[in-house]
């Protein structure tokens, strides 16, 4: 149940206690005045039987009993109607009755319910007046029963509506009006105690406890008072909000950490070449390089500064992107062999200039067909062997991919002989500007990009990475991609890269 509808439920309730005990006094009150547990129509009824009838009523009654007596049919004819105006002016209302029809009726009565409520016909003339309903309003009746020539019962009745209530409030209304203020007093004051405990107290401590984290004190569990209830419930929900963000503070944290490495990784990465391209350009500006040979090797010096920068710059440009998940990626099926032995192919060439020798090993890579960015594998791959070659230190200089087909995944690894690293740094060579390098050397350490960016490919492609070393011997670095399911995606194009 929740608090909106407990609320309702506490106010029904309230108003509900208090209209009982309204009623009860009321029924107090008529059993005090009547002597009995009357109806308040019986009470009406004997209040106006009881109350002295006026002098107009009693001369219509002497008026029309007169006629009666002496001549019964005049009650019939048309001429009567002047006697009648007379006392309707006055307030009365006046009856003429022929056994069971209604001859006359005063505008303000309502036939059917005269017919229904109307007192039977007294010969005797013994109950001469009481009380009638008349469509819900109540009358007081002065009665003449009488026969008319052909000897048909008739009555006439004069009625006056009279409002007992006004004067039965003027005795009693003081006291009534008193003992309801009392118990609504003392109703409200118990519902408000019920409230300020179960809901006004905890809310206040919870509004503080708030109130700390608007000013950013994260630390401070939520507690309140209450273990039970809505407000309990909304404070265990707070304290979940508290929990997430102190989780994103944390993380916030850490990324501005993050951002002011990368400034300071970037400032120097690109600041160190462009020193080292100011110099050389000013070399050649100077005359310093006054041979032709000078001049290409000044050249090439400056090719391969602004190179590595656009290498830099492209890096933090996708990693930026991959991080915001904007990167679009263009999935297609295609057959993993051939574009892993063309990959293989172009990259041969390229090493080969660095004495470095590329090989490809195919375990059991029977018709391995992957949904995968040709671009953005390539880039994985190519962040992988950049790596290696950057930690190559033996005469003889290795780099094999291994590629291993399984039941629903093909696991690749780019494995090299190189200078290996330590097991700590394992765990946190895929984290972003991480070098294994305490130098800021742009020649040999990179962006500190290359890794980080390859995981949020693979990640990105449903795949697995990891990397496993021992210093000094090599490192391996390994990712799994999702084989094709039969019969998905048929139609889409299936190439080798």
């Known amino acids: 149940m929740n608090m909106r509808s407990r609320f309702l439920i506490t106010f029904l309730g309230s108003l509900f206690v208090i209209i009982c005990s309204m009623v009860a006094i009321f029924w107090l009150l008529l059993f005090a005045i009547n002597g009995q547990a009357s109806s308040p129509v019986q009470l009406y009824k004997s209040v106006t039987q009881q109350k002295q009838i006026t002098y107009d009523e009693q001369e219509a009654l002497v008026t029309f009993r ?27 209302n006046i009856v003429i009755r022929k056994q069971d029809e209604i001859l006359y009726h005063s505008p303000d009565l309502i036939v059917k319910s005269l017919i229904a409520h109307a007192p039977k016909f007294d010969t005797e003339n013994i109950y001469t007046q009481g009380t009638i309903d008349n469509k819900g309003s109540l009358y007081r009746y002065l009665k003449f029963d009488f026969h008319f020539s052909d000897n048909d019962k008739g009555s006439v009745m004069i009625l006056k509506q009279v409002n007992s209530f006004a004067e039965f409030l003027q005795r009693w209304g003081f006291i ?72 994103v503070s944390k993380e916030n944290r850490k990324y ?31 005359g310093v390089a006054d041979t032709k040979a000078k001049q290409d090797k000044y050249l090439n010096i400056v090719y391969n500064k602004a190179k590595s920068m656009n290498f830099l710059i492209d890096d933090l440009f996708v990693f930026s992107k991959l991080d915001l998940q904007k990167l679009p990626f263009h999935f297609e099926y295609i057959d993993l062999k051939k574009f892993l032995v063309h990959f293989v192919e172009e990259y041969q060439l390229d090493l080969e200039q660095k004495d470095i020798h590329l090989t490809l090993q195919d375990v059991h890579l029977n018709k391995a067909i992957v949904r995968i960015d040709v671009q953005q594998i390539r880039r994985v791959l190519d962040n992988m062997i950049q790596n290696s070659v950057k930690h190559m230190n033996k005469e003889e200089k290795r780099i094999t991919i291994i590629a291993r087909q399984e039941v629903e995944t093909v696991s690749i690894t780019v494995q090299d002989n190189g200078a290996g690293m330590a097991v700590e740094n394992l765990e946190m060579i895929f984290d972003r500007f991480y070098r294994i390098e305490s130098s800021r050397n742009s020649d040999k350490g990179g962006s500190g990009l290359g890794l980080a960016i390859a995981r949020q ?37 299936i190439s080798g890269g």
């Open 66 to 92: 007169k006629i009666a007596k002496e001549n019964p049919d005049d009650l019939m004819k048309p001429n009567i109607r002047q006697s009648i105006d007379t006392y309707e002016m006055k307030g009365l």
């Open 457 to 493: 490919i693979i990640l990105e492609h449903g795949g697995t990475i990891k990397a496993d070393s021992k210093l000094g011997e090599g490192t391996s670095i390994t990712f799994t991609l999702p084989l094709k399911e039969n019969g998905d995606n048929e139609g889409n194009s």
């Open 256 to 286: 501005e950490e993050n951002r002011k490495e990368l400034l300071s990784n970037i400032s120097h990465d690109l600041k160190t070449p462009i020193t080292s391209i100011i110099g050389y350009v000013e070399g050649l500006k100077d």
């Open 176 to 247: 009534i009006i008193t003992l309801i203020l009392a118990i609504a007093v003392f109703l409200v004051i118990l519902f408000n105690r019920s409230l300020n405990k179960a809901i006004i107290v905890p809310l206040r401590e919870l509004s503080k406890k708030v109130q700390q984290l608007k000013e950013g004190k994260l630390e401070g569990k939520i507690e309140i008072s209450t273990s039970k209830g809505e407000v309990s419930e909304l404070a265990q929900e707070f304290e979940k909000l508290r929990e997430a963000l102190n989780r």
